[in-house]
């Protein structure tokens, strides 16, 4: 056989199981091109166009107009290429089909019954003694001794709250803006800086 792709049912939902073909909008031996409407399927909630991916053109149309609870996957046409190859699907049936054909003739054959499986017991390997860890005590270090800071700029009688409130840019605008409220509004509630 020529080159060909076997169409199956899509799923036009992520929940759809299963679908009705209402009407085959391009027939046998017919040619489509990409976003063209192939049929146009029924779900469980909508009824929605079949669209094409590619161009080609229906060679074999496998489930008829009409036909329902239509699985997904399950072939529904045969499309090929060149319209010189349409004659060679004739008589075209897809392997899927006969299968599911030679399994409905014969449902007098049943599953085999499963075999239990009994399990072997397994021997189990007695626990291991781990001895304690030994944990290493360091010498003490010595201890250490604190460097003596010298801050430029500050005499040994100013504070460290007088001298970040004298020499601190921030804290002096902080301080300008606190005065200007309070003149405005009255007390803040805080000290003053």
């Known amino acids: 056989l020529p080159y ?12 759809m ?10 027939k046998e031996g017919e040619a489509f091109t990409a976003g063209d409407s192939i049929a146009e399927i029924e779900t469980d909630k909508a009824t929605i166009d079949f669209e094409a991916q590619d161009d080609g ?18 072939p529904v046409c045969v499309t090929v290429e060149e319209e010189e190859d349409v ?3 004739k008589d075209f049936v897809p392997e899927v089909v006969e299968t599911a054909a030679i399994e409905e003739k014969s449902p007098g054959t049943a599953a085999p ?17 781990v001895a304690e860890p030994v ?4 010498e003490p270090v010595s201890p ?3 460097a003596v800071v010298d801050i430029p700029n500050a005499s040994s009688s100013e504070s460290w709250g007088n001298f970040a409130r004298v ?12 005065k200007k409220y309070v003149e405005k509004y009255g007390s803040t509630g805080q000290v003053p800086l």
Do not use: N, Y
């Open 17 to 26: 199981e299963a679908g009705t073909i209402s009407e085959w909008k391009v």
């Open 144 to 146: 250490v001794i604190p």
């Open 57 to 74: 053109i229906i060679a074999k149309i496998l489930v008829e107009a009409g036909s329902t609870d239509i699985p997904v996957g399950l």
């Open 113 to 129: 019954e499963p075999v239990p499986v009994v399990p072997e017991p397994v021997a189990v390997a007695e626990p291991v003694a």
């Open 4 to 15: 060909h792709i076997v169409v199956g049912m899509p799923a036009l939902s992520p929940t």
């Open 87 to 89: 004659a060679a699907f």
């Open 167 to 178: 020499k601190s840019p921030l804290a002096a605008l902080l301080s300008a803006d606190q």
């Open 135 to 138: 944990v290493a005590i360091a």
